[in-house]
Structures are given as structure tokens and as C-alpha cells.
């Protein structure tokens, strides 16, 4: 069974700094990874997905992250830390066909920016 | 064109009562999730649905908890004889038509069920 970890529920930017939420999977089979943001009381939206192509991959709103296979992780980053940016981030996972795509989710990590 | 829809978005039952909870995929998509969300937790899988079948049901309580998705009309998660442990958010997402890992599953706002 595959199943995802994030390092810290809470995490404190101040506007302008580097943004840095991590995220390490555990998996028998290669793994799709997906990072997802939930504003209060929204559902979530898709950021940005790893599909074996490319390991680094560019989502929306200046996010990327990159699959480190070596390492289980997908860590998701952000260069300069924007107010909108406030919100929940969930790093999922997804591996195979048998299991009908069902994502397996981390905690989430609350992310507070600060002026 | 519309996102996924859920309604309602807020539902309060007393202990025991039936809540029913519904989700309208994106035009063209065939294949839904449910999912639950507790306080302060992540989302965790329910079921896995396509038009008038349940493909995977590995996450819905063994009892009280059932999942439609008919061949007209919303995906219908029901949940009968309600406790205070069901209080929390569902949410559905709908995909493709391929139903393959890589598709993105695109989430509704939520019904967010309060039982009293």
C-alpha cells in the first residue's frame, strides 16, 4: 500500500521568502505525485502532477516541485512567498491502474504568511 | 463549463437521521470519488464510482454508508442513522473518461455535514 508524509502540519513565510513544503511517499510501484491547495472552505485544486516525464515540474501560481526518486520525496517549493499563497497544501499519491486512481493524501501542511 | 457541484454545501442533522449528499461531475467525466475529510486530518478515500457501477469501495464504512452514481442524474452519497463521528467535509472530484492514475481528479467545494 503506498501512503505519503508531510513534515509539518504548520509552516510560517514571511512574504517574499522562499516557500518549502515537504513531502516523501512510500510506494511498491512508481507513483504519480500531485500537490493540491485548499483555501478555507474551498475545495482543492490542483497545482501541479508528476507523470514520469520530467522530474521537475512547473505548476500554477509559480509553484514547482521536483520527484526525487532516490530520496521518495516531492517537495514542493515556491521563490517568493506571495499573502494569496495562504493556505492548506496536500501532497498526494496515485499508482496504479488496479487501484481505480484513488489518491492517498499526506496530512496537509497549513501555510501562514506573514507581512 | 461548469466545475464539479456539490449540494449542499452545508447539511446539520440530529443523531440518527438520514444526510444525503450530492455530487454533479464535470461535463464529460464518468468516473467519481468520494472522499471525507475530519477535522484537522487529511482527505481520505471513500469510493470509486462509474456510471451505475462502484469500482472501489475499499474506504467506505462497512456500515450506515452508501454510494450511486446512476446512469441519469448525481453521484449520491448516503449516509443513514447519523452519529456525531460522521460530523466532517465530503468531498467529490470527477475525472476523464480514460479513468488512468495520471488523470487529474478535479474536487468539488464540499458539503460540510454537522450532526448535533
Known amino acids: 500500500a503506498q501512503s505519503v508524509t508531510q513534515l509539518g502540519s504548520h509552516v510560517s513565510v514571511s512574504e517574499g521568502a522562499l516557500v518549502l513544503l515537504r513531502c516523501n511517499y512510500s510506494?511498491?510501484?512508481?507513483?504519480?505525485l500531485f500537490w493540491y491547495v485548499q483555501y478555507p472552505n474551498q475545495g482543492l485544486q490542483l497545482l501541479l502532477k508528476?507523470?514520469?516525464?520530467?522530474?521537475l515540474v512547473k505548476g500554477i501560481n509559480g509553484f514547482e516541485a521536483e520527484f526525487k526518486k532516490s530520496e521518495t520525496s516531492f517537495h514542493l517549493t515556491k521563490p517568493s512567498a506571495h499573502m494569496s499563497d495562504a493556505a492548506e497544501y496536500f501532497c498526494?499519491?496515485?499508482?496504479?491502474?488496479?487501484?481505480?486512481?484513488?489518491?492517498?493524501f499526506g496530512g496537509g501542511t497549513r501555510v501562514l504568511v506573514k507581512p | 463549463n461548469a466545475g464539479v457541484m456539490q449540494n449542499p454545501r452545508h447539511l446539520v442533522r440530529r443523531r440518527g437521521q438520514e444526510a444525503r449528499l450530492r455530487c454533479s461531475p464535470m461535463k464529460g467525466h464518468s468516473h467519481v470519488y468520494w472522499y471525507r475529510q475530519l477535522p484537522e486530518e487529511g482527505l481520505k478515500f471513500m469510493v470509486y464510482?462509474?456510471?451505475?457501477?462502484?469500482?472501489?469501495e475499499s474506504g467506505m464504512p462497512k456500515e450506515r454508508f452508501s454510494a450511486e452514481f446512476p446512469k441519469e442524474g448525481p453521484s449520491i452519497l448516503r449516509i443513514q442513522q447519523v452519529v456525531r463521528g460522521d460530523s466532517a467535509a465530503y468531498f467529490c472530484a470527477s475525472s476523464p473518461e480514460s479513468g488512468v492514475p495520471t488523470d487529474t481528479q478535479y474536487f468539488g467545494p464540499g458539503t460540510r455535514l454537522t450532526v448535533l
Open positions: 510506494s511498491s510501484v512508481p507513483p504519480y
Open positions: 498526494a499519491v496515485s499508482v496504479s491502474w488496479a487501484a481505480g486512481n484513488k489518491l492517498t
Open positions: 508528476y507523470t514520469s516525464a520530467a522530474t
Open positions: 464510482l462509474q456510471k451505475e457501477n462502484i469500482i472501489d
